[in-house]
């Protein structure tokens, strides 16, 4: 297995194509030994036959004889099945061969040499129609890519068998045509393993990649298909190619004629070149798949135009210099020739079958039909009419010929330049094309899209209370809720006059609900003489009357206000609302923002909340503050700015290039990294829970991957190839790859396609480490290697993982990563790493309590002894992982819990105690850890809530709380959390965001 699999990477064969590329690899050699001792005889008997002057004639003939097989190949093609298509070809070839073979046993007639010279292009073409149009609908292509030069290396290297043994061969044969008994048995084995590829793969031949439906090519007239420039473009310069290839034959056969008097001489010498033309071409078709991954289509399409072009010149001017009878001119003609046919069949003809990929799968076969079997031939004609006028001007030699030859080269190349070009649009509309056609989940990254879209896909009362819930979170929304639902959206404060007196009086009430409500009406009324009231109710000590004031705040849009908003951004409870006010202030509170996120001490949270409101600000001026922060010290700020610019829109200057080259390089290493500690780990036990955190890592590290390449690259094009790419068909990711191929530089394209191709972690590791070598470590050494990893790499979830690992596996060498712990100002590491030491060292941790009085007032250590005793206390960690087994939040990532679980305080009730919920303090919520606690409503309808169960309701529904009574039935303990503080995790997860509409939904039911 491991020697299969290291073939397999050598040749850059994936998982699931082994099976198909053998067979395809020995049905290629089976088709190069027919070629090559079909070929070899051809030659030689008509130059030595005919001579030269009537190589035009036979070029023209072969053209005709090819144009109607492959006329008739098109045809047959639009009415059977593919299968019987590709076996008729190779029917019709076994029986061609074999006519010809008997001809010369029987009559030999130059009639027969003729004909046997003529058919060469017929012979050639319809054998790699079948090849090809079997190899195109067994792959893909990004698999063509890497495949497609590997498969031709089996004609290759049997060709290079065959023309090295001819010389050998000829001596023992009574005549050079006695090879084609060799060509008849390659075209006979050839058809065998057609059948066995037919019967082993029968949904390729007839089945679509992307539909369940059968596909047959479907032909379109030239006259419909020289309307778009693509095809024009792929028939130019497939006819151009053609010319060239039969001006270069002619070059090398009249320089062949003069130097070689017997035809068993130039048999001979035909053999050995084009052997050493064969081991050439087999090179260049194992490193052409690099070639093309690397350099891309651009090389694959102008490469041979060019290297043609630049051999001519030289053999043009040695050929005035010394003439065309010198050995430098036929030194260079032959060196033409082997470049002609070697970079031709591993490079040119690779990609110019790459070219057929964006057509729809129908329409791929009947083009390459029309070119291979109708443009080639025709441009045969073409060249031997041309070959023909040429060599009736008195006059007129090889040497002038050669630079009618470098002009026609010189317009090749343009038009293999303009059709590169054309394939990179044709690209991006087949991309656009099934990105609008497909129908994807929509891409929602923020909550408060995530609640639109909720409300739109849902009805009555269900709207309603989602609806309540965004007010509550985006009290200040400036998205008009448009829904498409037909649902009406109401005010809430309804039945009282917002007159001065009113204001006064609710304002100075003692119920908490009347001064939410005197802050609210204010906001309504925008009354300037009410601002001191505002003031006032800034202060207040209830979050309900807090919380509505800062609210007001940002709607009265007054600078004076300012300086409260900035003061609450940093608090758990009141960040949420006072970051939505400085969104409705707008543009003016720029320049005060940018002072706040300079201020020294300013903790993570707050910039991060300050990068989110300029995003929802937005506009140029907002731009122009977010790209100052590019380069900020705190990578997870940077992460920040990185994706607000990214929504939008902003493109960056050549100056912020580099800054976002190395931005996205670093992310990269990051995800190798992460790829390699998962493959370090995996076979190791209790470690799924820290699997699954590096999992999520990988997923977060890629959406920022995104973000930083639609800053870099056009957010456009970006935006199509995540959508595809997270939620379209293998086949139409095959294209959102193949745009990235060509849209991103060549040094980051090598680093991003593994990542974007989804390999298999060992393969994405193994590509890439040339340029992030990763160390295989051992367990131990992975965990410890993890622990220490910046905050920016690794998440204090992902961290604690580990530090809860150590407990288990409570070996020595961990003791001291945990003592380092221990004093982590991170409450979830400083806990978990704690309960760990106990479990290994206790007296190593009761004697670091002793001796750091910070530590040993923190009472930790008593929380660790509690914990350690079954059912007593919940430590932070605990509390993740009872949150997670919830019903509610069994789908949310433990990562995202954390923001939630850090919140909460765990307290204990003897039985029958009753929970209280007044009208005036209804700001707390609960989980139910252990026992029961049971709600009775007047009408005595009771209800029990056991393990795992919430209490509570985010909405404010007063009435809910003051119609039930909630006691314990025996000893009882809950998590406690305020709700206005669940405000902001339900606002940065959508995770979360769904887990409280089910919880509220629930309850209102």
Not at 163 to 175: E, G, K
Not at 304 to 329: D, R
Not at 637 to 650: C, D
Not at 877 to 882: E, G, L, M, N, T
Request: charged fraction near 20%.
């Amino acid at each position: 297995m491991n020697i299969k699999r290291k073939i397999e990477s050598v040749f850059n064969i994936q998982q699931g194509e082994g099976l198909a590329t053998v067979l395809l690899l020995i049905h290629s050699f089976l088709i190069g030994v027919t070629l090559a001792f079909y070929f070899a005889p051809a030659n030689a008997l008509f130059v030595r036959e005919f001579g030269i002057k009537l190589l035009p004639h036979a070029y023209i003939a072969s053209g005709i004889i090819g144009y109607i097989t492959g006329y008739i190949y098109t045809r047959l093609q639009r009415k059977y099945d593919l299968s019987k298509i590709f076996t008729g070809a190779l029917v019709f070839l076994l029986m061609l061969v074999t006519s010809i073979l008997i001809g010369f046993k029987f009559t030999a007639t130059k009639e027969i040499t003729f004909l046997f010279f003529a058919c060469l292009a017929t012979v050639f073409s319809l054998s790699y129609l079948e090849f090809w149009g079997l190899a195109l609908r067994m792959f893909n292509l990004r698999q063509g890519k890497r495949l497609f030069g590997l498969l031709s290396s089996g004609d290759i290297v049997s060709s290079i068998i065959g023309y090295i043994s001819i010389p050998f061969i000829i001596p023992m044969l009574h005549d050079i045509t006695d090879l084609l008994y060799i060509a008849v048995i390659g075209m006979l084995c050839s058809l065998v393993l057609l059948r066995i590829i037919i019967k082993k793969f029968p949904e390729n031949l007839t089945i679509s990649k992307t539909a369940t439906t059968i596909v047959r090519p479907q032909p379109l007239p030239f006259s419909t298909l020289f309307k778009e420039k693509y095809f024009v473009l792929i028939f130019s310069v497939a006819a151009l190619s053609m010319i060239a290839a039969y001006f270069t034959d002619y070059f090398f056969l009249s320089l062949t004629r003069i130097r070689f008097e017997t035809k068993e001489e130039l048999t001979k010498f035909i053999g050995l070149f084009f052997a050493m033309v064969k081991v050439v071409e087999l090179i260049m078709s194992l490193i052409s798949g690099r070639l093309l991954k690397q350099y891309g289509m651009k090389l694959g399409i102008t490469l041979l135009p060019i290297l043609i072009g630049g051999i001519l010149l030289l053999a043009g001017f040695s050929g005035l210099a010394f003439g065309v009878t010198s050995s430098l001119f036929f030194i260079f003609i032959s060196f033409n020739k082997l470049i002609e046919r070697s970079v031709r069949k591993a490079i040119d003809g690779a990609s110019f079958r790459i070219l057929y990929q964006p057509l729809a799968p129908e329409r791929q076969l009947d083009v390459q039909a029309k070119v291979d079997g109708i443009i080639a031939n025709l441009a045969i004609i073409l060249a031997g009419i041309v070959l023909l006028i040429f060599s009736v001007i008195p006059g007129a030699t090889l040497v002038h010929l050669a630079f009618i030859f470098i002009v026609m080269v010189l317009f090749w190349f343009r038009r293999s330049f303009a059709l590169y070009e054309n394939y990179r649009v044709m690209l991006r509309t087949t991309l656009e094309d099934r990105s609008g056609t497909m129908k994807p989940i929509k891409s929602i990254h923020h909550v408060q899209e995530f609640l639109i879209d909720f409300m739109n896909k849902s009805n009555g009362q269900v709207t309603a209370i989602v609806q309540k819930l965004y007010n509550k979170l985006f009290p200040l929304s400036q998205k008009p809720l448009n829904l498409t639902n037909g649902y009406k959206t109401e005010n809430e404060i309804k039945g009282t006059k917002g007159t001065s007196e009113n204001l006064l009086t609710l304002a100075k009430s003692s119920s908490s609900s009347d001064r939410e409500k005197a802050a609210l009406l204010i906001g309504e009324g925008g009354r300037f003489q009410s601002s001191r009231i505002v003031h006032e109710l800034l202060e207040d000590e209830f979050p309900n009357v807090k919380k509505a004031a800062l609210v007001t705040a940002g709607k009265l849009r007054r600078s004076e206000f300012w300086h409260y908003l900035m003061e609450d951004l940093s608090s758990t409870m009141y960040g949420d609302s006072a970051a939505s006010a400085l969104c409705m202030a707008g543009l003016p509170v720029l320049p005060e923002l940018e002072r706040h996120f300079s201020r020294t001490g300013q903790s993570r949270s707050t910039l991060t909340r300050i990068v989110g409101i300029l995003r929802s600000i937005g506009g140029k001026a907002s731009i122009q503050c977010l790209r100052t922060k590019l380069s900020h010290q705190d990578k997870e700020v940077r992460h920040e700015v990185l994706n607000a610019l990214a929504e939008l829109g902003y493109h960056a200057d050549k100056s912020e290039y580099l800054l976002l080259k190395q931005a996205l390089e670093e992310e990269i290493e990051n995800m190798v990294w992460t790829l390699a500690t998962l493959e370090d780990l995996k076979k190791f036990p209790h470690v799924e829970n820290l699997l699954t955190a590096l999992r999520w890592e990988y997923t977060k590290k890629k959406e920022r991957l995104y973000a930083i390449l639609s800053l870099m690259y056009d957010s456009k094009t970006i935006g199509y190839i995540r959508e595809i790419m997270e939620n379209g068909s293998n086949s139409s990711r095959v294209y959102a790859l193949e745009i990235i191929d060509i849209s991103v530089s060549p040094e980051l394209k090598l680093l991003l396609l593994p990542i974007l191709e989804d390999l298999p972690p060992h393969e994405c590791i193994s590509a890439l480490d040339l340029f992030f070598p990763q160390e295989q470590l051992s367990r131990n050494e992975r965990l410890i290697n993890i622990v220490f990893k910046d905050h920016s790499t690794v998440s204090r979830w992902t961290k604690a993982c580990v530090l809860q690992l150590f407990g288990i596996i409570r070996e020595i060498e961990f003791i001291d990563v945990l003592m380092a712990f221990t004093v982590s100002n991170d409450k979830l590491l400083s806990e978990t790493a704690a309960a760990s030491l106990w479990k290994i060292a206790p007296q190593k941790l009761e004697q670091q309590f002793k001796e750091n009085q910070q530590l040993f007032n923190s009472r930790l250590l008593e929380k660790v002894k509690l914990a350690s005793s079954e059912g007593n206390l919940m430590l932070f960690y605990d509390v993740v992982s009872f949150l997670k087994k919830t019903e509610y939040f069994n789908n949310v990532s433990e990562s995202d819990i954390v923001d939630i679980a850090e919140l909460t305080r765990e307290i204990e009730l003897s039985s029958s105690k009753t929970v209280v919920f007044k009208a005036e303090n209804i700001e707390f919520c609960y989980w139910v850890i252990s026992g029961e606690i049971n709600s009775k409503n007047k009408n005595g309808i009771s209800k029990v809530y056991t393990t795992g169960e919430f209490i509570g309701n985010i909405l404010d529904n007063i009435n809910n709380y003051e119609n039930h009574q909630y006691y314990s039935v025996d000893s009882s303990r809950l998590l406690q959390i305020n709700k206005y503080e669940l405000y902001e995790p339900i606002i940065n997860h959508i995770g979360i965001a769904r887990s409280f509409i089910k919880i509220e939904i629930e309850e209102y039911s």
